[in-house]
Each structure stands twice: as C-alpha cells, then as structure tokens.
C-alpha cells in the first residue's frame, strides 16, 4: 500500500507561485494514476489535476487551467504541482491521491490513498 506525504504550502501573495511535492513510498509509484485535490473550510473537496500512470496525459478543472501543471519523477517517487498566478480562491488544504487506475481521474472515490495535505494561503 503506498504512503503519501506532501510538502511546499505556505503562505502567498495574490500572483505569486508555489510548487507542492508529494513522495510517495511503499508500493511501485508507476503503477498508479496521481491526482491533487483541495479543499477550503466549509466546502467539499474538489479536483485540482491529474496524471496518468504513464505521465502521458494530464487533467484539470477550468479554475486552474493555464495555472496549475502537475507532473511526476517516477524516479523520485513523487509527483509535483507547479501553482502561477494563485488567487485568494486557491487558498484550500491541498492533498496529493493516489489511483491504480491509469487514467488522469477527476473523481475523488477513484482515489483510494490519500496524503495528510498541506496548507495553502494566498492573501490579497
């Protein structure tokens, strides 16, 4: 079963930049499909991106697109999520899942391994 730790939130300024890791260890990291969710106080988690098992295909929500790239480095076991020109609407708890599926997944029960998130604030 794999394990996921993410790391890289903090706090920043409307327009700037943030780049979350997720390592993943205890299981073969090509075999599964990599995704990031969010969720704000008060509000349901919802899909942020997603990779392919393969790295070959990619997914994300209308919010974030042109904003948000995720990647991975499955010699790194870790999969990354490069955030430009945040908003004060990107301030959520982002965690990194984990599917056996190989599809880039925008659904949340496709995910069943899930990290414990890490905080991101941006203030205006």
């Known amino acids: 079963q794999v394990q996921l730790v993410e790391s890289g939130g903090g706090l920043v300024q409307v327009g700037g930049s943030l780049r979350l890791s997720c390592a993943a260890s205890?299981?073969?990291?090509?075999?599964?499909?990599m995704g990031w969710f969010r969720q704000a106080p008060g509000k349901e988690r919802e899909f942020v991106a997603a990779v392919s098992r393969t790295g070959g295909s990619t997914n994300y929500p209308d919010s974030v697109k042109g904003r948000f790239t995720i990647s991975r480095d499955d010699a790194k076991n870790t999969v990354y999520l490069q955030m430009n020109t945040l908003k004060p609407e990107d301030t959520a708890v982002y965690y990194c899942?984990?599917?056996?599926?190989?599809?880039?997944?925008?659904?949340?029960?496709?995910?069943?391994?899930w990290g414990q998130g890490t905080q991101v604030t941006v203030s205006s």
């Open positions: 205890g299981g073969t990291f090509s075999n599964y499909a």
């Open positions: 899942a984990a599917s056996r599926f190989p599809i880039a997944s925008t659904a949340v029960q496709m995910y069943p391994y």
